[in-house]
């Protein structure tokens, strides 16, 4: 590799030697003009200027200048200014003394204040002050015009000298402060690489155009793995199967495909490898990133391997739906066997009492192994969701069902409003229906406040009818509200030994329907359950409202819970 002399390796002595030799080179040049034109002047002593003059060279390249101070190097312009009078005075006519420019502007730039002084001496002694004791000179305009000239040029040298000092020190602080922010920024990105190589995440970072910027160790863990299940796949059929793990994905439908595209999704399952080997599930989800400018500046995609948790949930449902099925045989024997002892004339009348109460447990128990053999099912939505749809009168509906939880409600003195169910249409499996309603006329019974109110209503705008129950009970938090719907999650244990089934097979069942059910609740206050349903067959394919707001503008009767709930929140 090419390296520099020692002796040039100080920038102020390569200074020095380029400031002094570009001197020598131009009087040499002068020098060796005199061979071919007589110096017009005194031969010998311009002879001495030109010794010293390179008497000052040597020393610019022998002198160590680097390790000397900075003020050492003084010596050299001041000899060449020497050396150049010595000159000038040999030859006056000879135009030596613009020579006189580079020692200016080299002690102009290089020694400040003190430099431009000794400059502005200089040339005032060369131009001015030798012409008036030597008569060989005379005294014209260029006496003056000379010394303004080496005055603005000392003047600018100066000046720029100082501006191109100040620039020096700002980049030395903006290269301070920018090595400080790399250190920095450096750190933070060891840091961020450190935090996101110890969660058992994947995290991987798609920049605008697709390409990866980041990927921490537990996505490439995640993305060998579902390789080795990919492998083990038969040649010829699909690798890469939805949250069913039975319906095979298109390579548009992967999940970093639609992220590549600018979708963004949560939680989308994503199954490695053909069913009966060896396999692997991801839950995928994605999020956008913007620039500061609002542009769309790529993704973030956050992945996890959910295949013990999604195995351990089969097993488990695997393992009550065989309890269940298993029960459902001897509790129907006995509830048979109880109903033909209640019927027997010769059983006492005491007796009987006690028939009936084991009967309607029994009957009660029959009926929480049904739910939970309908939650554990293997099907698509976790449910039988087989429903057979027509054309009915929700008002019969929800009368019956009120009428039938009006004997346990008035217990407690709770009282279910009837009385003013509009007569509207839906598209719905009566059967079905009757399920769903039971379950929440039950909830808001269970959960209502001593002497408190159950409403049942009914509205419809021709393309959605709308079902309410609404209670005075003691309403939900948001954190229950949030979970309301998962399987075997009650909200209050403490009254109840419901399974926690419910909800999410009515939840199921309305869907299943093409409707939804939504829920508002406040802590002390009440709830109001609203199931939607298609009002026909034709209106079966129309959007739903996007909440519940739109939902109080169509219902009259959910507008009046609202307006009474203010009142009592005040």
């Known amino acids: 590799m090419f390296s520099l002399p020692p002796l040039l390796e100080s920038a102020r002595a390569r200074t020095v030697i380029v400031l002094q030799t570009t001197l020598f080179a131009a009087i040499g040049l002068l020098a060796l003009w005199t061979f071919l034109f007589p110096l017009p002047g005194d031969v010998g002593l311009f002879a001495v200027g030109l010794v010293l003059l390179f008497g000052a060279t040597c020393a610019a390249f022998i002198v160590p200048w680097g390790s000397l101070n900075a003020w050492a190097s003084l010596a050299l312009p001041l000899l060449d200014v020497v050396a150049i009078y010595v000159m000038r005075q040999a030859a006056p006519t000879a135009g030596i003394g613009g020579m006189l420019v580079l ?119 995640l993305q060998r793995a579902a390789r080795v299940a990919d492998s083990a796949t ?105 109903e033909l002892a209640i019927d027997d004339p010769d059983v006492p009348a005491h007796a009987r009492g006690s028939l009936e109460v084991a009967e309607r447990n029994a009957e009660r128990l029959l009926g929480i192994v049904s739910d939970i053999l309908t939650a554990s099912s293997r099907s698509e939505k976790s449910a039988d969701l087989t429903v057979a749809q027509q054309d009915i009168d929700v008002a019969e509906m929800l009368r019956a069902s009120g009428v039938a939880y009006r004997p346990s409600a008035a217990e407690r003195g709770i009282e279910i409003e009837i009385d003013e169910i509009a007569h509207v249409r839906a598209y719905a ?16 019974v269970k959960y209502n406040r001593d002497g408190g109110t159950v409403s049942l209503a009914a509205t419809s705008d021709g393309l959605s009818t ?65 199931v939607r349903l298609p009002a026909s067959a034709e209106a079966l394919d129309s959007p739903a409202p996007a909440d519940l707001t739109e939902l109080a503008q169509r219902s009259p009767r959910a507008a009046e819970v609202g307006s009474v709930w203010k009142e009592r929140g005040a």
């Open 234 to 338: 038969p040649s010829g059929t699909a690798s890469v199967y939805a949250a069913d793990g039975a319906t095979p994905l298109d390579a548009h439908d992967i999940p970093f495909a639609r992220a590549a595209r600018g979708e963004v999704f949560d939680n989308q399952v994503v199954w490695f490898g053909a069913p009966g080997s060896r396999r692997r599930a991801l839950s995928v989800s994605v999020r956008r990133t913007f620039a500061a400018d609002g542009a769309d500046s790529g993704a973030v995609i956050v992945s996890r391997d959910v295949t013990s948790e999604l195995t351990a949930l089969r097993a488990r449902d695997s393992l009550v739906a065989s309890v269940s099925h298993e029960l459902r045989t001897p509790l129907t024997s006995i509830i048979g066997y109880l």
């Open 103 to 221: 020692p200016v502007i080299w002690l102009s730039v290089f020694f400040g204040a003190a430099g431009y002084l000794v400059s502005l001496v200089s040339v005032v002694g060369l131009f001015v002050i030798l012409p008036t004791i030597d008569a060989r000179q005379t005294l014209g305009f260029a006496t003056i015009t000379t010394p303004l000239v080496f005055l603005i040029v000392a003047t600018l040298s100066l000046v720029g000298a100082r501006q191109l000092a100040a620039q020096r020190r700002l980049f030395s602080r903006q290269r301070d402060a920018m090595s400080i922010t790399l250190q920095r920024s450096l750190r933070q990105e060891v840091l961020l690489a450190e935090v996101l190589d110890t969660i058992d995440f994947g995290v991987l970072r798609l920049g605008a155009d697709g390409s990866i910027t980041v990927a921490n160790e537990a996505h490439d863990r």
């Open 429 to 444: 499996d009566p059967l079905r229906m009757r399920q769903v309603l039971d379950n929440l006329v039950s909830n808001a």
């Open 466 to 530: 709308w079902l309410t129950v609404t209670d005075t009970g003691i309403g939900m938090s948001r954190d229950a509200l949030g979970r309301l719907f998962e399987r075997f999650f009650r909200a209050d244990a403490s009254r109840t030994g419901g399974t926690g089934l419910g909800l999410s097979i009515a939840r199921d069942l309305v869907r299943a329907h093409g409707g939804d059910i939504t829920v508002e609740s406040t802590p002390g206050i009440g709830s109001v359950f609203t």
